[in-house]
């Protein structure tokens, strides 16, 4: 019989294995231990479907945007028996009593029937803008400080208003590693990786107030500068419309690609028209488990 329910710690291995068999080769990183403490050992929670030893469906959630749905999986055996509807169920059921909201970025059109079931309604798009970087002679380069692990950032970065989930997302990660270029009004977040077979530099965050896009325009050439000098081919950045950065960008040079993606919301108990409800979702990279 296959049990439904809140996962614990000592599911992590089986939750692990179950990422191997749905997505072999795919974001090797993930299938890491340290990995998995780092996005679910400070308050995420996951919700599994359990076959005696084996955990054969999972959703996690990480205390992003109340909490952001993430690692959606179905064990590929285990599929069309309607298994990850009744973990989303038992998710919701569940979260619903600890928070107003959770929000989920829907990439697989598999996930999305059982999550509109559950109560989440997309509520925004978010694109993948791209912008080639030509080879050009390098201007000189600002100095950026390398960060991840135990590393602390400069003193620079500090000074900008980045807000404290970041933190946690930027610096604390035991794999992925970022650049924070900084000036005295603006931060760009940056990580060199592979998008789509294309060596990129990828914009994970960006912001600087509202006056101050010349700082942002100063920190996006450094950006680009140094993808050159370093042979990025482009760069991209993931961005909904309501992102105040998106006219900077485009003037930059970015353009739209075909990748794009749902942001859905589940309002717990209350209708998802009201007013109070039709906010603006200024997103990047950052408010995802990825990248």
């Known amino acids: 019989m296959i049990d439904v329910r809140e996962g614990t ?29 780092w996005e679910f050992g400070q308050g995420g929670r996951f919700f599994v479907a359990v076959d005696g030893d084996r955990v054969v469906a999972h959703l996690g959630f990480v205390p992003q945007l109340k909490m952001l749905a993430v690692d959606a999986m179905t064990d590929p055996d285990s599929r ?28 697989r059109e598999a996930v999305l029937p059982a999550m509109v079931r559950g109560g989440w309604r997309p509520a925004a798009r978010a ?27 400069s003193d620079r970065a500090t000074e900008q208003p980045i807000p404290s989930h970041l933190h946690w997302r930027f ?17 760009v977040v940056t990580r060199r990786t592979m998008l ?3 060596d990129s530099v990828a914009i994970a965050d960006l912001g600087w107030p509202k006056g101050k896009e010349r ?22 950045v993931l961005i909904t419309l309501a ?40 997103l990047t990279w950052a408010d995802t488990d990825h990248l």
């Open 80 to 107: 069309r028996q309607h298994l990850f509807s009744r973990v989303v169920e038992c998710a919701r059921d569940t979260l619903r009593n600890d928070v107003d909201f959770s929000c989920a970025f829907q990439i």
């Open 9 to 37: 710690r000592a599911d992590r291995d089986a939750i692990l294995a179950l990422r191997g068999r749905c997505f072999a080769g795919e974001d090797p990183e993930k299938q890491d231990p340290r990995f998995w403490e």
């Open 127 to 153: 694109f993948v803008l791209v912008r080639p970087l030509v080879v050009a002679p390098s201007r000189g380069l600002a100095v950026t400080q390398r960060l991840g692990g135990t590393e602390q950032p």
């Open 196 to 198: 789509r077979g294309h």
């Open 171 to 187: 610096l604390e990660n035991p794999l992925w590693k970022y650049d924070i270029h900084a000036n005295d009004d603006a931060y």
């Open 243 to 282: 992102h105040p950065a998106l006219p900077v960008l485009v003037r930059a040079g970015f353009l739209p690609s075909p990748h794009r993606f749902r942001f859905l919301v589940n309002y717990f108990g209350t209708d998802f028209g009201t007013p109070r409800k039709q906010k603006r979702w200024p």
């Open 215 to 236: 700082a942002g325009r100063a920190l996006l050439r450094e950006v680009f500068a140094k993808g050159r000098a370093e042979g990025a081919q482009v760069a991209a």
